[in-house]
């Protein structure tokens, strides 16, 4: 894949910059693949490099540098292990994140990683589409479904014949070596699948960075006890559960639950 376009993007969590990554044998119609970055310091390779067609108006455009980088991204990493930058692989997740849905954390992952980078300073989301953790948007209600009957969000995935989570990151690591940090990221996630397929293909894992749900995180209340969860959040408690007690997510349960 290679950044075909960089824009700023001003938002409620601070200014970030949008970069789309696109295949040269992508299908038409097939989605786009996404890098919110915060900090000037990190840029795309493939971006600024030239292109046939270049001229001043088309750089300008994409938002390419104004001449074209002389090193490679592995030649231009500058991470150290002393300042790694965040980094969160996060896959879409429309219910989650458009409509608010209760059933996962998702959407309230992608702010906080928003969130966490403006703090840091500099960062990167990796924003891969790979909807329901890989099976997409149909087979995601399908398993909706299956869950209301009682499945768990494992069981679903499996009933549908596909494997508990069906997600590659062989995009993301192509992506954060186009940015020169293939040396060394601070990793946000809980989710220790991430880790090992970074690390298989390349990218080191200098830290990680824990993604506690933030009513997890909230003290004890007269009227909520230990775990001042609203009653609507249950759902999401349930999946976050699974997760941990099936998918090896590295996050402490609260002792009420």
């Known amino acids: 894949v290679t950044c075909q376009v960089s824009a700023r993007i001003p938002s409620a969590h601070g200014t970030f ?22 900090g000037d310091d990190i840029q795309s390779v493939s971006l600024s490099q030239a292109r046939p067609d270049d001229t001043d108006f088309t750089r300008r455009a994409r938002g390419a540098l104004p001449s074209p980088p002389s090193l490679t991204p592995d030649m231009a990493d500058t991470t ?6 965040l980094v969160r692989i996060h896959s879409e997740c429309l219910t989650g994140e458009v409509l608010g849905s209760q059933r996962c954390d998702c959407g309230e992952q992608l702010e906080t990683a928003m969130e966490a980078l403006r703090s840091a300073g500099r960062g990167v989301i990796v924003y891969l589409r790979q909807e329901g953790r890989g099976i997409g948007l149909l087979d995601k209600l399908r398993a909706y ?5 009682g499945l768990d969000t494992v069981n679903a995935n499996l009933a549908l014949g596909h494997p508990a989570d069906a997600r590659s ?6 992506i954060l070596r186009d940015l020169s940090l293939n040396s ?8 220790p699948d991430k880790m090992e397929q970074l690390e298989a293909d390349g990218i080191r894992v200098v830290s990680r960075v824990a993604m506690v749900p933030r009513t ?42």
Do not use: F
Request: aromatic residues 6%; proline residues 10%.
């Open 80 to 85: 150290t292990d002393s300042s790694p930058p």
């Open 184 to 191: 060394g990221v601070s990793l946000l996630t809980n989710n």
């Open 145 to 149: 479904n299956l869950q209301d009957e």
């Open 17 to 38: 910059r949008l970069l789309l990554y696109r295949s040269a044998t992508a299908i038409p119609g097939t989605a786009d693949h996404l890098a919110i970055v915060y």
């Open 216 to 257: 997890w995180s909230l003290p004890s209340t007269p009227q909520n006890g230990k775990h001042p969860q609203p009653p609507q959040l249950k759902e999401m408690d349930a999946y976050l559960r699974t997760k941990i007690e099936r998918m090896r997510h590295l996050l402490d349960l609260p002792v009420s639950l």
């Open 169 to 174: 990151y062989t995009v993301a690591t192509t």
